[in-house]
């Protein structure tokens, strides 16, 4: 089964995930967790994001920017946020999750 029929049924045609949406959402996990955080923790920010992008809600999380530094400072800011509330960073830089 391709791609595009099995994704027949699903956003934006429904609420169910679309196969970029899985694809997505088990590269974000994993770079949740490398990143500190549990893995129920990082099921549920990675579900937020995806709801989030969904809505185009321009908002990011710490845990997804570059500049996050393991002691969970930004090396852009040179402060500690909370790495998981979404909010508005003129300094964000996305960090590619890899596979």
Avoid: Y
């Amino acid at each position: 089964m391709s791609d595009q029929s099995a994704d027949a049924h699903c956003w934006p045609h429904s609420n169910a995930m679309n196969t970029a949406e899985i694809n997505r959402m088990a590269l974000r996990i994993g770079m949740f967790q490398r990143r500190g955080l549990e893995l129920l923790q990082a099921e549920a920010l990675a579900d937020s994001c995806m709801l989030r992008d969904r809505e185009i809600d321009d908002r990011r999380a710490c845990v997804e920017c570059k500049h996050l530094q393991a002691s969970g400072t930004c090396a852009a800011k040179q402060a500690a946020l909370p790495k998981t509330m979404f909010h508005r960073c003129h300094k964000f830089g996305w960090q590619v999750p890899r596979s």
